[in-house]
């Protein structure tokens, strides 16, 4: 009984992290994206010379 239990629990945490996998995957691929329209849409300022959207 206690070796279906350990079985389960390590199918139960598998799925888990292949869960989050997937949804950080996502996450990654969104900030990707806002971070390349962030570059695209203030690529140039006025004088023509590059300027950073960010601040680090």
Known sequence: MIAVLLVLLLALIL???G????VLWWVALAVLVLWLLGFLVRGTTASGSRSRW???
């Open 54 to 56: 960010y601040r680090w």
């Open 19 to 22: 869960f989050a996998v997937k």
């Open 15 to 17: 799925f888990g992290v």
